[in-house]
């Protein structure tokens, strides 16, 4: 599929879908419980689809109805799969489901898609090993597919975090484990999506001590309970919409987003307002008003996934933007920091790559033919681009979007967007 965008005016109030990473650690929470959970207002995609029919396949039971997920869940006795599991595209999903595979003393072979298939478990697989499983990679390379088998047993295990998902995979599950666990961490990336785990064992009064994220001592021997939970909005999100209205002066409002809540990328928009874009913070809403953007050096450690579109946003801003301390960007769907570089100078961009990032200087772009790499937050970002460069950007690959924000085209339109999905140009 292709998306053909065009230079347009966005204005009007957009209603911010759920966070996908809530979303995923809401179903794999409930499907560890024993008992009947409701998670309202989910986030429904690709990425959440994977998530549900991989804890379908540990023994959940789990319903959609009136916009909320039912999940009537196995506790700490995941079933055997009757079959391969298959993640789809969610590194998330994955990183979770081996843990969750790892409490079943049976054979559970896990894989995904070609783009799964490249992005590293190693460090997991090693962890999960120490802690009493037997997992191994059927390539021998650290890689799906995986081979699992129980039973954790808990004890003392070290983390190299160069992606949050390994230290939340392990958090989550090892409350559940007959032994403490006590978790050294050699690294980590991303910590707001760690701390964003950790405000779930809140919620369910889990006991842990965190020594300032260099070593978590996680108790045994706990539960989880039922619960009943509506997901916040999704921040990453909320980032095209946020980047769209700071480079085109135009005005946007984003519903359903709290900044209270402990995602990471609501960071963009004291962000933006540093480059010299307006931004007001009410209760469940924040505007976004551009008014000329200055070029600044950020760390993007913590939110990895913003770099795509703050990448487009550094060619409206004036002088040079870095964005650094992101070497993880180079293991997600795709080397965004790669990708990013490649398309971008395909528009016309003044753009280079660090091996941490990238350094972005004021460009004038133009329109032209891209391709999205079978990556989400590529192709939004790319269509964000176009809705701000004289001429078309025609998009190979847009269908990806679906994987976390399927209404994004939709929610583009009804604001004022020139963009079309199509099958063929």
């Not at 809401?26 to 499907?31: D, N, P």
């Not at 949050?164 to 090892?174: C, D, E």
């Not at 007001?280 to 809403?285: A, E, G, P």
């Not at 200087?361 to 032209?368: A, D």
Request: hydrophobic share 40%.
């Amino acid at each position: 599929m292709y998306l053909i965008v065009e230079k347009s005016k966005i204005t009007g109030k957009i209603k911010i879908p759920g966070s996908k990473s809530h979303t995923i650690r809401a179903l794999f929470l409930a499907s560890l419980t024993k008992g009947a959970s409701q998670i309202y207002d989910p986030l429904l995609s690709n990425d959440a689809d994977s998530a549900v029919k991989v804890c379908e396949f540990f023994g959940a039971n789990i319903n959609f109805t009136d916009n909320k997920y039912e999940i009537d869940g196995f506790g700490t006795n995941p079933i055997t799969p009757d079959d391969i599991v298959d993640v789809g595209n969610s590194g998330t999903t994955m990183r979770f489901a081996v843990s969750t595979a790892s409490l079943n003393p049976g054979c559970t072979v896990l894989t995904g898609d070609y783009q799964i298939r490249r992005r590293p478990l190693g460090p997991l697989i090693e962890s999960l090993n120490s802690l009493g499983a037997n997992v191994f990679s059927t390539r021998n390379n650290g890689l799906a597919p995986v081979v699992v088998r129980g039973v954790l047993k808990g004890g003392n295990t070290s983390i190299d975090a160069i992606t949050s998902q390994y230290l939340s995979s392990l958090l989550i599950h090892t409350p559940l484990l007959e032994k403490d666990s006590e978790i050294s961490i050699t690294r980590l990336n991303e910590a707001p999506y760690v701390e964003m785990t950790l405000w779930w064992l809140d919620k369910q009064g889990i006991k842990y001590q965190n020594n300032n994220f260099k070593s978590i001592y996680v108790y045994g021997n706990q539960s989880y309970k039922p619960f009943n939970m509506a997901i916040p909005g999704d921040f990453s999100s909320a980032t095209f919409f946020a980047v769209q209205a700071a480079i085109s002066g135009d005005e946007i409002i984003m519903e359903n987003l709290d900044m209270t809540d402990p995602q990471g990328d609501k960071m963009v928009f004291s962000i933006l307002k540093e480059m010299g874009a307006t931004v007001d913070i009410n209760s469940n809403s924040i505007r976004v008003k551009g008014n000329g953007l200055k070029g600044i050096e950020i760390d993007m450690n913590s939110i990895p996934d913003a770099l795509p579109a703050l990448a487009v946003l550094g060619c409206f801003a004036e002088g040079e933007t870095r964005l650094v301390n992101v070497p993880q960007a180079r293991l997600k769907e795709t080397d965004r920091i790669a990708v990013m570089c490649m398309e971008l100078k395909k528009l016309g961009a003044d753009i280079e790559e660090l091996p941490d990032g990238l350094i972005i200087r004021n460009s004038k772009l133009k329109g032209g033919n891209v391709e999205g790499h079978d990556d989400h937050r590529i192709v939004m970002s790319l269509a964000i681009a176009g809705l701000n460069i004289e001429g078309k950007v025609i998009i190979n690959g847009a269908e990806a979007y679906n994987v976390t924000f399927p209404e994004f085209g939709d929610l583009i339109e009804g604001c004022g967007g020139k963009i079309a999905l199509t099958e063929s140009i």
